[in-house]
């Protein structure tokens, strides 16, 4: 064998060594999934997210042609289903559904084992939330004023319910408190649906969440106030907060994330999947049910979304006094 020939043979058994490993890698994303999925939902069973992230991973799961199995991990505003997709494996296998409480608002409220911008990977909104301020039918406050009106006689008597300390709904209340300069308590609860059951139940004067819609029609629920840039028509004698003269920062979404490190063709698998299964009949049902809008933003999209709501959410919770030093 000549010298040429030899210098050939040992540049493509070193090209074969040194790449060997890179296309089983590549492989093994051309064929995924190959297993299925588990989607960690933020709150307890039967609440909105709950019943649209099922609905949605059940769409996502036929055109993936694998299941995508729904897991509720409640506590903490959504933070420990975030912080567990947070630290899986970034192969895609693990993926969760994600509100703006978890991303923008309990990141500067306490410490938490993740960092919204750095330790996830935004794959697709999905939503924007509806959320309202609601009163048992039969409670003795028939508009907002007359609610207002009890919490300034009776300072800390008024009790409000939402689905977790420092969620969307608590920090809106909050920025509410400090306008009117009165004084309301808050009962976190781990999820819409038991802050629900609890102001049905006569247990908490008022509820602030999403579930809503369906109580409000059966005539349980009485709706003061809606989160919102104009009134719902399924509920038009109801007045947003913004017409109340509430300048509040909202920031109302909801999303598809997976852990930092997740490689781009997987990223852009799951984005064209979810962004197809929004469009499943049975999804949007349940999204009408609970006044949610179907809204898509791609993973960049997504990602400056979050990075803007994160860093509106630092002001404002800085300005109400109650971001983590």
């Not at 933070?79 to 500067?108: N, Q, R």
């Not at 809008?293 to 803007?308: D, M, P, Q, W, Y």
Request: hydrophobic share 40%; glycine share 8%; proline share 7%.
């Amino acid at each position: 064998m000549s010298f040429k020939k030899e210098i050939l043979l040992v540049f493509f058994i070193s090209a074969f060594m040194l790449n060997g490993p890179i296309p089983a890698t590549i492989e093994a994303q051309q064929d995924y999934p190959s297993r299925p999925l588990k989607m960690y939902i933020p709150f307890d069973p039967g609440g909105s997210t709950d019943l649209f992230s099922r609905a949605l991973a059940d769409a996502a799961s036929k055109i993936l042609k694998q299941p995508i199995e729904p897991l509720n991990k409640a506590g903490g505003g959504g933070t420990l289903s975030t912080a567990t997709v947070a630290k899986a494996k970034p192969d895609g296998y693990s993926i969760g559904v994600v509100s703006a409480t978890a991303l923008c608002i309990a990141p500067h409220l306490r410490p938490l084992p993740y960092h919204p911008l750095q330790d996830l990977t935004p794959i697709l909104q999905f939503a924007n939330y509806a959320s309202a301020l609601g009163v048992k039918a039969d409670s003795p406050y028939k508009t907002w004023d007359d609610l207002m009106q009890e919490a300034r006689k009776s300072p800390g008597a008024v009790t409000y319910g939402t689905s977790g300390a420092g969620s969307v709904g608590h920090i809106i209340m909050e920025q509410i408190t400090r306008m009117e300069k009165i004084k309301l308590t808050h009962v976190p609860f781990a999820g819409g649906n038991p802050a629900l059951a609890a102001v049905l139940g006569g247990h908490t004067t008022a509820i602030m969440a999403t579930e809503f819609l369906s109580h409000a029609k059966a005539g349980k629920l009485r709706v003061l106030a809606i989160v919102g840039e104009k009134r719902f028509a399924e509920l038009p004698e109801v007045p947003t907060f913004l017409e109340l003269k509430y300048p509040l920062k909202l920031g109302l979404y909801g999303g598809i994330i997976g852990p930092k490190g997740l490689p781009p063709a997987i990223v852009n698998k799951l984005e064209q999947v979810f962004q197809e299964a929004a469009k499943d009949e049975a999804f949007k049902t349940v999204m009408n049910n609970f006044l949610m809008a179907v809204t898509i933003r791609n993973s960049s999209e997504f990602r400056e979304l979050i990075t803007a709501t994160y860093n509106e959410y630092g002001i404002v919770l800085k300005d109400l006094g109650i971001a983590k030093q």
